[in-house]
């Protein structure tokens, strides 16, 4: 028996769905729906629609009275919407997190048990979505929370939280412990374990390291590009820059659109100077993709590395317009400020980085650094505790802590940073470029304490390992003159002097250092 001349079209309709003719699938839809007036066959039309970027349209025919109670439709009206920018419309149709229709919101509901995501937790990230492009970004964590406590197969969610960094590394963890993977029938142990590669790098490296040898050697996910790249992000946590670089280069090897690498894969280049790399890459991606933000990201980076500032800000600018809630074009746009030494315009771009990534540590520390530049040590202290609040275990953030502590003369208290700094460094494996600045700092914070052999002591573990610092050679001459070893440190600052000619402190201490010399020995000969 034939099917009715509606069916065949709904088959028609579909076929052209699943082949992207979406002219077609419109065409059929429309002329299916005249037919039956069916809300079924309305809302597959609404899909051809959005497919085809009217998203007008789309809303228009799934806010129909009959249309509006479908939980099916409300979401794909409330998408139509956000598409449009038009984000109060578009809360009105998800309703908030309090008021939000029947059927909407339910938490505490099992969650989709055919291995798709349960529409309630899609209908919480439209909702955690509006409220991030509102900069409401308490309630949309929430949000985004409520969608991951229904289903947590709602990766979307996931992936907004930890790339806008709403939560604190603690928080992450925390969160992370509290959901309900059991819920996700036999797959909930491969989700968490791919959920914990994710979090943040400083925190419970451990338990990065073995859900990484669990999903290699269970689920065979040694080439996967999101877990080469959390590997990358460890490594560049590390200051392995080295490394980083070249497991970046294997993940875009393999994937050259694999975009959410590019930031890290930037820094790396900018990390080793490679300009000749980043001016081929931004060529590229200007040429290619110039509607992704991340190619002016790219561009902004070759600038800075170039050393013009001013350039390299217009792009970041770029950048953070496409893309509002990017993360790298905001740090980007404040570094450059900071490179000219325009420390209030800096502190300025460091300040909304840090109110649109609240989980982030990195803005406080860099407004720290800022104030510590302008020897306002007390903001410069307040800005690096808020930093500290949220992360314990960066190195960087620790010694510069005890670098304001040194300022203000409290001495043992900024050994006692320098030593975590130093601790932390070692058990995050970091590379040697991560505790050298430490160690000088130890090394000063010991001559200031009259320590003079801990002094030493540093400085020159400082230089086996960095042997062209010219600064660190003019420390412990520096020591050397305060010991009464004139000689030695006569030594010491023309090493450091054949490194840096026209360094002034040096010339300075070093005619400080011959005078001094010269009075011992004419003391010595006149005893004879």
């Given at each position: ?15 052209a ?17 005249s037919m039956?007036?069916?809300p079924n066959?309305a ?6 629609y ?34 449009l ?11 908030d ?11 505490d ?13 899609s209908?919480a ?28 197969k ?18 992450e ?17 491969l989700?968490k ?55 970046c ?32 890459l ?25 050393q ?12 953070s ?17 900071a ?35 302008l020897?306002?040590f007390?903001l ?17 953030l ?13 001495l ?17 494996d970091?590379?040697t ?13 010991f ?10 002591a ?25 010991m ?12 450091a ?16 250092a ?15």
């Amino acid at each position: 028996m034939a099917l009715p001349v509606h069916e065949r079209l709904r088959l028609w309709r579909h076929d052209a769905l699943q082949q992207h003719q979406y002219q077609t699938a419109v065409y059929v839809g429309d002329t299916v729906l005249s037919m039956t007036d069916d809300p079924n066959d309305a809302f597959w039309l609404a899909q051809a629609y959005f497919n085809t970027g009217h998203y007008a349209r789309a809303r228009q025919l799934l806010m129909r009275q009959d249309l509006a109670k479908s939980p099916s439709c409300r979401y794909l009206a409330a998408l139509s919407l956000i598409r449009l920018a038009k984000w109060d419309e578009a809360l009105a149709v998800v309703g908030d997190a309090g008021t939000a229709p029947p059927g909407a919101d339910r938490r505490d509901g099992p969650p989709a048990t055919d291995g798709g995501v349960a529409l309630e937790a899609s209908m919480a990230y439209l909702r955690g979505l509006i409220y991030n492009n509102q900069n409401n970004f308490d309630r949309a964590k929430e949000c985004f929370k409520d969608a991951l406590r229904i289903d947590v197969k709602c990766y979307e969610a996931y992936d907004q939280l930890i790339a806008n960094t709403l939560m604190t590394p603690m928080e992450e963890w925390e969160f992370l412990s509290s959901l309900r993977f059991d819920a996700t029938s036999a797959d909930g142990d491969l989700v968490k374990l791919l959920y914990t590669t994710k979090l943040n790098k400083y925190h419970n490296m451990n338990r990065f390291f073995e859900a990484e040898n669990q999903l290699q050697a269970k689920y065979n996910l040694h080439k996967n590009g999101d877990l080469m790249l959390s590997r990358a992000e460890l490594l560049f946590v590390q200051c392995r820059f080295k490394q980083c670089f070249q497991l970046c280069e294997q993940i875009l090897a393999k994937d050259k659109f694999k975009f959410s690498a590019m930031p890290l894969y930037l820094a790396c280049l900018h990390e080793l100077e490679q300009k000749n790399k980043l001016f081929l890459l931004a060529h590229d991606m200007a040429e290619n993709h110039p509607d992704e933000p991340v190619t002016w990201l790219t561009v902004g980076v070759y600038y800075l590395a170039a050393q013009n500032p001013a350039e390299a800000r217009r792009y970041f600018s770029k950048a953070s317009i496409m893309d509002p809630h990017f993360g790298p074009a905001w740090i980007g746009f404040a570094h450059t400020f900071a490179v000219e030494g325009e420390h209030e315009q800096a502190i300025s771009a460091y300040s909304t980085a840090a109110r649109f990534f609240q989980g982030a540590h990195l803005p406080p520390l860099f407004l720290g650094m800022q104030h510590l530049q302008l020897h306002n040590f007390t903001l410069a202290e307040e800005y690096l505790e808020s930093s500290y609040a949220i992360c314990k275990t960066d190195p960087l953030l620790l010694n510069e802590m005890g670098v304001v502590l040194y300022h203000k003369n409290h001495l043992d208290r900024a050994l006692d940073f320098f030593f975590e700094a130093l601790k932390v460094a070692e058990e995050l494996d970091s590379d040697t470029k991560a505790w050298v600045p430490i160690k000088v700092n130890l090394g000063h914070a010991f001559r200031q304490l009259r320590r003079w052999p801990e002094a030493v002591a540093n400085f020159e573990e400082v230089l086996r390992v960095a042997k062209h610092e010219p600064e660190v050679y003019s420390a412990v001459g520096l020591v050397n003159l305060q010991m009464g070893r004139t000689a030695e440190a006569v030594l010491n600052f023309q090493e450091a002097l054949s490194l840096a000619p026209n360094d002034p402190v040096s010339w300075d201490l070093l005619k400080r250092a011959l005078e001094e010399n010269v009075s011992a020995t004419t003391l010595e000969v006149a005893q004879l």
